[in-house]
């Protein structure tokens, strides 16, 4: 079992930044990858980011040259650096993790972020 905690969403101002952090904790050592997705109100759950466990990372088009992933200690920790907010990156943003042999996924319980215009 893995567990995921988030932190660090808030309120920002268009343009600014914030950085989100998930830590990870349990069967660490069986994750094979991690992101962060997120979900607008009346939207579906979109991937924002990933990392591999080659250190791989994919990025939303939408999300491109604003925000980066990286990861530290192996996998106890995971953030998301946002810059350049966007009113439109509002959402809640969820922390996930799948396992190398089970392919299992976990998530964490989500933290709020609000763009402001």
């Known amino acids: 079992q893995v567990q995921l905690v988030e932190s660090g969403g808030g309120l920002v101002r268009a343009g600014g930044s914030l950085r989100l952090s998930c830590k990870a904790s349990?069967?660490?050592?069986?994750?094979?990858?991690m992101g962060w997705f997120r979900q607008a109100p009346g939207k579906q759950r979109e991937l924002v980011a990933l990392?591999?466990?080659?250190?791989?990372?994919n990025y939303a088009d939408s999300v491109k040259g604003r925000f980066t992933i990286s990861r530290v200690n192996g996998w106890m920790m995971v953030y998301l650096q946002m810059n350049s907010l966007k009113p439109e990156d509002t959402a809640v943003y969820y922390c996930?993790?799948?396992?190398?042999?089970?392919?299992?996924?976990?998530w964490g319980q989500g933290t709020q972020v609000t763009v402001s215009s």
């Open positions: 996930h993790a799948i396992d190398r042999a089970t392919r299992q996924e976990y």
């Open positions: 349990g069967s660490i050592s069986t994750i094979i990858t």
């Open positions: 990392i591999t466990s080659a250190s791989i990372t």
